[in-house]
């Protein structure tokens, strides 16, 4: 695991389109080669009101799926085009995707940006779960996938299992929304 990082947006400002995992895998401070696996990102604050979610553009959920999920407009959105999928910033909800493909290249469907904030703050808390580059590693995508082995490992390092509000799937791609309790 990567060291945690807090990141602070104020009024007008946001993290352009981006991928969370490396095209080449880079060197740790072990000096192994490494890439980020997996992201779990928390809202420890969100005054921002309507702005400064998340966004993934490339992420195609289907609009009854969305609907359901919804629960009155506080959790997702979409972009004023209607596409991708948006996840607004609720304190103590957090967002966990997996970066890379089984075979282990980045996954290009998980592109995406801090909108900016309108109003307001946004804090949120980066956790980068990495992946050694070595084969007998070959397993660890498909357990953090896992719904059990997510709550074990937040568990262990927070001392408060998660509670899975929503699960999107969008063919292969596994997106969490959480809450701590």
């Given at each position: 695991?990567?060291?945690?990082?807090?990141?602070?947006?104020l009024p007008s400002q946001h993290y352009d389109l981006h991928y969370d995992w490396f095209e080449f895998p880079i060197l740790n401070s072990d000096n192994k080669l490494y890439n980020r696996l997996a992201i779990f990102f928390l809202y420890l604050e969100a005054n921002c009101s309507e702005s400064g979610g998340t966004h993934f553009p490339r992420i195609c959920?289907?609009?009854d799926v969305l609907d359901e999920e919804n629960r009155g407009g506080k959790s997702f959105g979409r972009d004023v085009n209607g596409r991708g999928v948006i996840f607004r910033p609720v304190v103590g909800n957090g967002i966990f995707w997996v970066n890379l493909e089984r075979n282990?290249?980045?996954d290009e469907r998980v592109l995406h940006v801090g909108l900016p904030v309108?109003?307001?703050s946004k804090i949120g808390l980066n956790f980068w779960v990495t992946k050694l580059e070595s084969p007998s590693d070959a397993s660890t995508h498909q357990c953090i996938q896992s719904q059990s082995f997510l709550g074990v490992?937040?568990?262990c390092h927070l001392q408060n299992p998660p509670r899975i509000l929503h699960f999107l799937r969008s063919p292969t791609v596994y997106i969490f929304l959480i809450r701590l309790a």
């Open positions: 695991m990567e060291p945690f990082q807090v990141v602070r947006y959920v289907a609009e282990g290249p980045g309108k109003k307001g490992y937040y568990h």
